[in-house]
Structures are given as C-alpha cells and as structure tokens.
C-alpha cells in the first residue's frame, strides 16, 4: 500500500494554493480556481503523495479545522533534513513561526502557521 493523496482544510483554497507553491515551494498537480480545487506536492517528491488544498465549507470540516488550530495542533507533518536551513528560509520569506526549531527526544521539531488556518510541523530526525 502506498500513500496517495491526503487533504488539509483552508479557509481559501486559492490563497492556501499561492502560500504552498510560492512560499513552500511546492509543485502544482493541478489547479482550477474556479472550482476551488488545488492540489499540490511536494517539491523533492514530484510522485510522492499529494494535498488537496480543500475548502472548511462543510460545517462538520469548519469545526474540525478551527478546533484543531485552537488546541495549538498541527494538522500535518513535513520530514526536513535541515531544520534550522529550512526555518531560515521560510523566516525570511515571511513565514511565521508559532515554535522556533527545538530539540526532543524523538528529533527536532518547527512549528508554523501556513496562513490557511494550520499549523505545519516541520520534523528533522
């Protein structure tokens, strides 16, 4: 079995998709605006698995998405071999960071907001 797809809810998937692609640095997959419908992956892994950018319209996702950003939870987890490298260059494309990168006993760990409505993990082992 093989991962595919998975999805992140946004407030915007227009914006989420400029935030992904011109900040993050992903890829685009595929992209209709006018369905708000944006898919992205990532920039190493152009056949690894995808995110669907997908809109908080369903009340149940709105709560879900919102509840989640409150408990200060991050909704996904991006492996990093340079987390310092990385929070850099994120800070200095404007990225803000809840939690600079920190050492635990399981790696070392970043948080960020991705403008969106989450928080994004970045994880160096």
């Known amino acids: ?10 407030y ?29 992956t990532a920039p190493d892994g152009p056949d690894g698995p995808l995110i669907l950018l997908e809109p908080t319209e369903n009340p149940i996702a709105k709560n879900y998405h919102t509840q989640l950003y ?4 991050p909704c996904m987890v991006f492996s990093v071999e340079n987390i310092d490298g990385e929070y850099n260059r994120l800070k200095q494309k404007g990225v803000v960071f809840t939690k ?26």
């Open 1 to 10: 079995m093989k991962l595919g797809m998975v999805s992140i809810f946004v």
């Open 12 to 40: 915007n998937p227009i914006e989420a998709f400029k935030f992904y692609t011109e900040v993050l640095g992903f890829e685009e997959k595929m992209y209709m605006p006018e369905a708000h419908v944006a898919i992205v």
């Open 70 to 73: 409150e408990a200060n939870i």
């Open 100 to 125: 600079e990168p920190q050492k635990t006993e399981y790696g070392s760990e970043a948080i960020f907001d991705d403008t969106c409505g989450n928080l994004i993990q970045l994880h160096q082992l």
